[in-house]
């Protein structure tokens, strides 16, 4: 049984910052990968941020305001937001690329990131 619980959303003013975590627990054998995902109201979910051993990678729109890392046991991830705009408004979900005997994707249950102008 594997878990991925995201927190730290909420409602921030245009031009501050939040900073969202993501962690993964049960059993498996690693965590290869995080990615952010976001959703906003009557838009298709997009890719934020992705994060893996090797390569780390955002969207056009996120680059040089948000940061994407996991800690050392690479289990825990965090999307560090700055510079927030009322466009980056939309409830944020985690997904982990989860190792056990084969690799499957989990997401959590999203938290909602509101940016007020």
């Known amino acids: 049984q594997v878990k991925v619980v995201e927190s730290g959303g909420g409602l921030v003013q245009a031009g501050g910052s939040l900073r969202l975590t993501c962690a993964a627990s049960?059993?498996?054998?690693?965590?290869?990968?995080m990615a952010w995902y976001r959703q906003a109201p009557g838009k298709q979910r997009e890719l934020v941020a992705y994060i893996s051993s090797d390569n780390t990678r955002y969207a056009d729109s996120v680059k040089g305001r948000f940061t994407i890392s996991r800690d050392t046991a690479k289990t825990t991830g965090y999307l560090q937001m700055n510079s927030l705009k009322p466009e980056d408004t939309a409830v944020y979900y985690c997904n982990a690329k989860v190792q056990s005997t084969v690799v499957f994707s989990y997401w959590g249950q999203g938290t909602q990131v509101t940016v007020s102008s």
């Open positions: 049960g059993s498996f054998v690693s965590v290869n990968a």
